[in-house]
T-cell receptor
């Protein structure tokens, strides 16, 4: 199984809502990533978890809150988002942590988020 | 940080080889060269990576210049399914799997 799954596929939320994005992998990978991709732009790294610990936070606003409950699961909690946060949110995983060279990342299909 | 430069777009005919170039003149000795592609409405997909020697896998070949300042992704026989944005990415010294995506090359395949 070389799949990264993400739910939901689509999400529409108001600026006062609280919602969560979920990502799951069963490949035994120990690094998991969140990326944000705006329309017609490349993905941008947001967070990296390595062995269930937050390893990298790329100066992401606190309205985005990641969580890694176990080695297979990664969540992104959303609160008080702005319309400019509308984007495709991609999850990825890799065999080992971000400081090990040469391991490929496996990406999920993404959650398309619209903030109204 | 080492950067990559790729053409914005390229066109190819179906069943012909495609050579996608990438310049990375400031690459450092321990930087890996990764290629990912993103098909429409999908997440990025790993294609291939290398350090110094040319690499082949079932999807593509990676040709790395002797001075490592450029590389070329080779799709041996393009299909319509290969139409995607192709990203050439360097993983920075000691940054391992940290992927910083640039603009990429949009490959269009004509039947």
């Amino acid at each position: 199984d070389t799949e990264v799954t993400q739910t939901p596929k689509h999400l529409v939320m108001g600026m006062t809502n609280k919602k969560s994005l979920k990502c799951e992998q069963h490949m035994g990978h120990r690094a998991m990533y969140w990326y944000k991709q705006k329309a017609k732009k490349p993905p941008e790294l947001m967070f990296v978890y390595s062995y269930e610990k937050l390893s990298i936070n790329e100066s992401v606003p606190s309205r985005f809150s990641p969580e890694c409950p176990n080695s297979s699961l990664l969540n992104l909690h959303l609160h008080a988002l702005q319309p400019e946060d509308s984007a495709l949110y991609l999850c990825a995983s890799s065999l080992s942590g971000p400081h090990y060279m040469g391991y490929e990342q496996y990406f999920g299909p993404g959650t398309r988020l619209t903030v109204t | 940080d080492a950067k990559t430069t790729q053409p914005n777009s390229m066109e190819s005919n179906e069943e012909e080889p495609v050579h996608l170039p990438c310049n990375h003149s400031t690459i450092s000795g321990t930087d890996y060269i990764h290629w990912y592609r993103q098909l429409p409405s999908q997440g990025p997909e790993y294609v291939i990576h290398g350090l110094t020697s040319n690499v082949n896998n079932r999807m593509a070949s990676l040709a790395i210049a002797e001075d490592r300042k450029s590389s070329t992704l080779i799709l041996h026989r393009a299909t319509l399914r290969d139409a995607a944005v192709y990203y050439c990415i360097l993983t920075y010294n000691n940054a391992g799997n940290m992927l910083t995506f640039g603009g990429g090359t949009r490959l269009m395949v004509k039947p």
